[in-house]
């Protein structure tokens, strides 16, 4: 079962998905952004190989301010 899903977590209360798609399109390919209650978002990728590299290039990055927690998304999310 491919997982090409992430999970982010800590984002700026009024951050875009236009915001986030700039950064995490750095990525790879987005071909979608939920952004759940303003805190965290789940972003998914075309291919779990580009999923993956978003991880290793941006967990625990500053991201507008705020350390992000990244990570691949738990599967049902």
């Known amino acids: 079962m491919v997982n090409n899903k992430i999970y982010v977590g800590n ?4 951050l875009s998905k236009e ?3 700039e950064q995490f399109s750095l990525y790879g390919n987005v071909t979608g952004i939920k952004i759940v209650q303003r805190r965290y978002a789940y972003i998914t990728y075309e291919t779990e ?29």
């Open 49 to 77: 190989e580009e999923a993956k590299n978003a991880v290793r290039r941006s967990d625990g990055m500053i991201f507008y301010g705020r350390k992000i927690k990244v990570e691949l998304a738990i599967k049902g999310k």
């Open 11 to 14: 984002l700026l209360y009024s």
């Open 19 to 21: 915001r986030l798609e």
